[in-house]
């Protein structure tokens, strides 16, 4: 099955713009998470999406946001963009549910790199 | 609350010899702890997980991890290392309802030819 999909894979923009970026998970899946990974930082806890319905978040400023859809697609919105925001956005899905083992698993996208110049 | 720590931040080992990583959590409760793996331009893919029915847990690639209470450590090892290893791993650990991950900040693994 077609796994997690991010688009764009790579973009550019400069400071005070914004940005939205996709994610589509895995066919089922109803959970939704949003990582930011830069070198300094590892991954960092954005959000995470059931149902339409936000249920967990992270320590970002309100200028990250996000949300998702009817069919679990998810997309997240970087409004006034600041040079610290360049980073590869990851996405992970999964079934938001534990498994037959009790455990949940991530899914992963390749990732959206963004640039801020 | 949950968090792990991975200690080395780089890691190089010779082609053939062992892989160590290491990986120490924090939990309140028993958790549930992960080794993934990530390779230049990719996203994370899991290597193994920890649920609690074996203390050795085998992933994908040769890999395993051993969980240790005791220790409060979920190491992960591999008796030989091949190029194709070389990536950035990232032990991780959930919170108790199992929706929200934490990661550690991540091993990169060299391996010298």
């Known amino acids: 099955k077609a796994g997690v999909t991010q688009t764009p894979r790579y973009l550019i923009k400069t400071r005070g713009q914004q940005v939205t970026l996709s994610c589509s998970p895995i066919?089922?899946?109803?959970?939704v998470s949003w990582y930011q990974q830069t070198p300094g930082q590892g991954l960092q806890f954005l959000f995470e999406?059931?149902?339409?319905?936000?249920?967990n978040k992270g320590n970002f400023p309100g200028r990250f946001s996000g949300r998702q859809f009817s069919n679990s697609r998810s997309e997240m919105n970087v409004s006034t963009l600041e040079l610290g925001d360049s980073a590869l956005y990851l996405c992970?899905?999964?079934?938001?549910?534990?498994?037959?083992?009790?455990?949940?698993?991530?899914?992963f996208g390749a990732g959206s790199r963004l640039t801020v110049l | 609350a949950q968090s792990v720590t991975q200690l080395g931040s780089h890691v190089s080992v010779s082609e053939g010899a062992l892989v160590l990583l290491r990986c120490n959590y924090s939990?309140?409760?028993?958790?549930?702890l992960f080794w993934y793996v990530q390779y230049p331009n990719q996203g994370l893919q899991l290597l193994l997980k920890?649920?609690?029915?074996?203390?050795l847990v085998k992933g994908i690639n040769g890999f395993e991890a051993e969980f240790k209470k005791s220790e409060t450590s979920f190491h992960l090892t591999k008796p030989s290392a091949h190029m194709s290893d070389a990536a950035e791993y990232f032990c991780?650990?959930?919170?108790?309802?199992?929706?929200?991950?934490?990661f550690g900040t991540g091993t990169s693994l060299t391996v010298i030819p």
């Open positions: 992970a899905s999964s079934s938001g549910y534990t498994d037959s083992s009790g455990a949940n698993v991530l899914t």
């Open positions: 066919s089922g899946h109803r959970s």
């Open positions: 999406y059931f149902s339409e319905t936000q249920r």
């Open positions: 939990s309140s409760v028993p958790p549930y």
């Open positions: 920890y649920t609690s029915a074996a203390t």
């Open positions: 991780a650990v959930t919170s108790n309802t199992g929706n929200q991950f934490y």
